[in-house]
């Protein structure tokens, strides 16, 4: 690197941060940091090209310095604050909040958004019921003020949703002060078209999704879509333009030959709704609503005769402006609209036409007969303090039981966890292995040599226990009255498996996970779940017929 002077090589390293080539931008500015330590330029683009690569920590540490060179740096504050979001540090990224705003070096968006921050790894069940005291008192307090943002102009905050839903709680009230307290904070949600609109020759629907795409919600709603008959009805697909590329965007792309519209919406809101207002949809479709911020608040505004989510991400909006929500019967109990301010539109089998997984490699019966090998291959802030004890309790009466869990990406949640399980007394860091992110291939090879998997309590496995069954390894399941519990044992409803392990308790849920996992038949067990599936779970076609045949009703 000698032959080039300091301002070729940070041109260099420039222009690897513009092509996000973010490993090499990140070589070359930490090479210039050596020789000038203090110079802001390189930090600058050092701490982003950090940031874009995952880097958080090195990030903070980065901004920190910048902001004690330049005490009034533009935007540091509220890049240093998302940056602490992004590691989960809460009180951390308050405080930051609060000395940005003490500075006036903030965007005033930050006074709002400090008041419904939450941590989703929590250190206990206390920290949960004082987070979710904050947040509600939060909202009351911006219901009584008069502050007015513009989402347009950089002053999105971000609700919420996936904090509260990670928990036992009843989120129906709660969901509905968030609405209320936006639709103060942001006059464009309150924007009103006519709907009374003369209907179209066909059924026209939107499609409304960041995650069309090799993601579980492309997985579960790809074939749901491609099956609408299009004699009946117009369907465009709306994507975001933080949709990533794939191969099942490349099938939604492809769906253009056979009729349906494909359309990447605009950045702004109300750009948004200009396009989708001029369209006079008769139903527009969310299939998880509050998995994308942008399309959270999009779906807020009526933009439709009908809206309709459904089970992508499975937790109530509060929202007047849902009206259906769409599940299998077998996801529901008799009183369970009480906790949902959406009616229900109901299938009989689980709402999705899934493709049975095609990999590489597959094992042999040696490999998925082992025992006592527990699994929990979730996402990690599914995992409630409550879950621990269950965890723990099986691999203290199952001595030869091992526990695998997954890494996130980043490492924030695995190692919040880490530490809160380091202070539970029956924590076995010798029988508790959390392993770095695996491939698609690898995933569905973990799921076939474990023994048991375990689902978490309050908000369960959904695309993973579909996956499991490529192999039929037995999850066992303790669904409460909430549909983010119960994906599980509606699965095993449909499969009309014979006494599946669906659980009501801590003691049932342990003696069963053990029992399985030490099952002398385990193989043909697998081979029975397996089976059931081929049959019952999987290529469900029928279910593209009942939806066709529930949306016309509508009409």
């Known amino acids: ?257 056979k009729g349906l519209k494909n359309e990447i919406l605009p950045i702004k809101l109300i750009d948004k709704i200009k396009i989708i207002e001029k369209e006079k949809f008769d139903i527009l479709f969310y299939p998880d609503i509050g998995m994308s911020i942008e399309f959270y608040f999009l779906s807020l505004i009526r933009l439709a005769k009908y809206q309709i989510m459904s089970w992508g991400h499975p937790e109530t909006t509060g929202s007047e402006s849902i009206d259906f929500f769409l599940c299998s019967k077998n996801l529901i109990l008799e009183n369970a609209k009480k906790f949902y301010s959406e009616k229900f539109l109901i299938i009989d089998k689980l709402p999705m036409i899934y493709d049975k997984p095609i990999i590489k490699n597959k094992l042999n019966d040696s490999d ?73 291939n690898q995933f569905i090879n973990h799921l076939g040599t474990s023994s048991v998997l375990l689902d978490p309590i309050y908000f369960g496995s959904g695309n993973s226990f579909h996956e499991s069954m490529f192999y039929g390894t037995q999850t066992v399941t303790s669904p409460t009255k909430y549909i983010k519990s119960r994906i599980v044992s509606a699965a095993y409803i449909q499969m009309e498996i014979k006494n599946p392990p669906i659980v009501k308790n801590k003691d049932d849920y342990v003696g069963r996970a053990i029992e399985i996992a030490n099952d002398k038949n385990i193989l043909d067990r697998k081979k029975y779940y397996q089976q059931a599936a081929n049959e019952k779970l999987f290529n469900t076609k029928d279910v593209g017929e009942k939806f066709n045949s529930i949306l016309k009703k509508l009409f």
Not at 23 to 32: D, H, P
Not at 137 to 144: A, H, P, R, Y
Not at 406 to 428: A, P, Q
Request: proline share 3%; with cysteine.
């Open 1 to 257: 690197m000698n032959k080039y002077s300091a301002d070729e090589i940070f041109k260099i390293a420039y222009d690897h941060l513009q092509k996000k080539e973010f490993e090499k931008s990140t070589q070359l500015f930490e090479k210039l940091l050596n020789d000038y330590p203090d110079n802001l330029s390189i930090l600058r683009n050092l701490s982003h090209s950090y940031a874009f690569s995952g880097a958080f920590k090195k990030t903070e540490e980065c901004i920190k310095k910048i902001i004690k060179i330049k005490p009034d740096e533009p935007f540091a504050y509220q890049f240093l604050a998302s940056v602490l979001k992004n590691q989960d540090k809460i009180k951390e990224m308050e405080e930051i909040i609060n000395e940005g705003l003490k500075r006036n070096l903030i965007n005033k968006k930050w006074e709002l958004q400090k008041k419904l921050l939450s941590p989703l790894i929590v250190r206990d069940k206390k920290e949960i019921d004082d987070y979710r005291k904050k947040i509600e008192k939060g909202l009351d307090g911006i219901l009584s003020s008069e502050i007015k943002l513009d989402y347009d102009n950089d002053q999105i905050i971000s609700p919420p949703l996936f904090e509260l839903t990670y928990t036992d709680k009843d989120n129906l009230e709660i969901n509905k002060k968030i609405v209320k307290a936006l639709k103060k904070i942001y006059q464009l949600l309150n924007h009103k078209i006519s709907i009374n609109h003369q209907l179209n020759d066909k059924i026209k629907i939107g499609f409304i999704s960041e995650f069309f795409t090799d993601h579980t919600i492309g997985k579960l709603f790809k074939n749901l879509i491609f099956s609408l008959d299009l004699k009946f009805f117009d369907v465009v697909i709306y994507h975001s333009n933080k949709t990533k590329k794939g191969e099942i965007f490349e099938e939604f792309l492809n769906e253009n030959k």
């Open 368 to 440: 998925i007969s082992k025992k006592n090998i527990y699994s929990c291959p979730q996402t990690l802030f599914k995992f409630h303090p409550d879950f621990d004890e269950y965890l723990f309790e099986i691999l203290k009466k199952d001595k030869k039981g091992v526990l695998y869990l997954l890494k996130d990406t980043h490492k924030v949640y695995y190692l919040k966890l880490l530490e809160r399980f380091k202070k539970n007394k029956n924590f076995d860091s010798d029988r508790v292995i959390f392993l770095d992110p695996l491939n698609f």
